[in-house]
């Protein structure tokens, strides 16, 4: 079954300073892969969406994920962090021959001043 | 307007009772989800819906029930709430299969089980 790990639950980068957000995923099948936002009390959106086209991939509000099929990752960057990037991000997979979506735990990430 | 609408967004029940959580969409789409989203393990799948009348169980269905008579609508009843339900509660949409589509979210249903 598909799965992915998101490796630190809490990450803090300075205002201006790159964003690195790390996930690992595991399927039989080339995956689907996905990053989510979550801002406060809201449901989430999606930023960007790997589907075995270009491996790099960019999203909305300056953020960009790049599939590695040898390192099973897609992390998630952005060259400078902005207050507004203050969210929780999930990494999700799908394989596509079920119909399952399926999400990590989630990174919060902590911009400072 | 357009969109996901969940309802109720705010619920407080006790142990033993009956509890079901709308989800309403407007756009059609063929794919429904619940998640329920816990400090820890971010966002679990309950259950997910294809299409009317075919609905399957995700990575914690234990406790759950759903539906799917109509497209727009894909409620989920928790049949004996326990403690440990207590969570937030997702339902999402999709257009197309997983593989192409955008999950769109609704905001939320908070459900506190006493």
């Known amino acids: 079954a598909q799965s992915v790990t998101q490796l630190g639950s809490h990450v803090s980068v300075s205002e201006g300073a790159l964003v690195l957000l790390r996930c690992n995923y595991s399927s039989s099948v080339p995956p689907y892969l996905f990053w989510y936002v979550q801002y406060p009390n809201q449901g989430l959106q999606l930023l960007l969406k790997?589907?075995?086209?270009?491996?790099l991939v960019k999203g909305i509000n300056g953020f960009e994920a790049e599939f590695k099929k040898s390192e099973t990752s897609f992390h998630l960057t952005k060259p400078s962090a902005h207050m507004s990037d203050a969210a929780e991000y999930f990494c999700?997979?799908?394989?596509?021959?079920?119909?399952?979506?399926?999400f990590g735990k989630g990174t919060r990430l902590h911009i400072l001043p | 307007d357009a969109g996901i609408t969940q309802s109720p967004r705010y619920k407080i029940t006790e142990t033993g009772r009956q509890v079901t959580l709308m989800c309403h969409q407007t756009w059609s789409h063929s794919y429904m989800f619940w998640y329920r989203q816990d400090l820890g393990h971010g966002l679990r799948l309950i259950y997910y819906s294809a299409a009317a009348d075919i609905t399957d169980k995700g990575e914690v269905p234990d406790g759950y029930v759903v539906s799917r008579s109509k497209t727009e609508n894909f409620p989920l009843t928790l049949e004996s709430a326990t403690r440990s339900q207590t969570s937030v509660y997702f339902c999402a949409s999709l257009l197309t299969g997983p593989t192409t589509g955008e999950l769109f979210f609704g905001e939320g249903s908070r459900l506190t089980v006493l």
């Open positions: 999700a997979v799908s394989e596509g021959r079920d119909d399952k979506i399926i």
């Open positions: 790997y589907t075995s086209a270009a491996t």
